[in-house]
């Protein structure tokens, strides 16, 4: 069945929905000074088809749409080799109330397809949420920075010393989450010089 369409499919894009998605699929790279991180990457403008897909996956209990992106994914390799010099995959943790409540973390979906292409391995017991925070969609800018203010805490740090580090996400908007990650890193010992994030879109 298709992701989109919801179509009878053998595969989880139809040739149609993916002509459409096609359209607005480009894999970017943005550089930083003032972030607790170096660079960032995206695949998609956190807009039309792409945002409601997002959203579906996120909050209606689809974890399967992320199939949908997959074929994006394998079909543009060449353009993930340049994701080869980082070491490890870290995902974005949910608290453990919300990922209770939704059952999965989508980013991690994400990542697991990306560390299957690329042969990058995801540490999974080094980032923690310490506690459920309001949803950051539902905030401003200066609000999103306070909210998620030291709700990370950092284990094992000794296991990516001297590693270079993707963070992954679903959604970069203003960034405030995925620097707070980083700053957390940053102050249990890793240089921000190894810190890149990677979100499926940017807003």
């Known amino acids: 069945m298709c992701g989109i369409c919801g179509k009878p499919h053998k595969n989880s894009l139809c040739y149609n929905c993916r002509k459409q998605l096609q359209k607005e699929f480009k894999f970017n790279q943005n550089y930083f000074k003032n972030k607790f991180f170096t660079e960032q990457y995206y695949f998609f403008k956190y807009q039309n088809i792409v945002r409601s897909l997002i959203l579906e996956m996120k909050f209606n209990k689809k974890p399967y749409i992320y199939k949908t992106f997959q074929y994006f994914f394998e079909k543009n390799e060449k353009n993930l080799e340049k994701l080869k010099k980082y070491d490890i995959m870290i995902i974005v943790p949910l608290s453990s109330k919300r990922k209770r409540l939704r059952g999965y973390n989508q980013s991690q979906l994400i990542a697991e397809i990306i560390s299957n292409i690329l042969q990058i391995k995801i540490q999974n017991k080094i980032l923690f949420k310490t506690k459920n925070i309001l949803p950051q969609s539902t905030l401003n800018k ?45 102050k249990n010992g890793i240089q921000k010089e190894n810190i890149g994030v990677l979100t499926l879109a940017k807003d």
Do not use: W
């Not at 999103?144 to 992954?168: H, M, S, T």
């Not at 620097?179 to 940053?186: A, F, G, K, P």
């Open 142 to 186: 200066e609000q999103r920075k306070n909210n998620i203010k030291d709700v990370f805490k950092v284990k094992n740090i000794e296991q990516i010393k001297n590693k270079k580090i993707l963070l992954i996400d679903d959604i970069y908007t203003t960034g405030s989450t995925l620097n707070e990650c980083s700053r957390t890193l940053v």
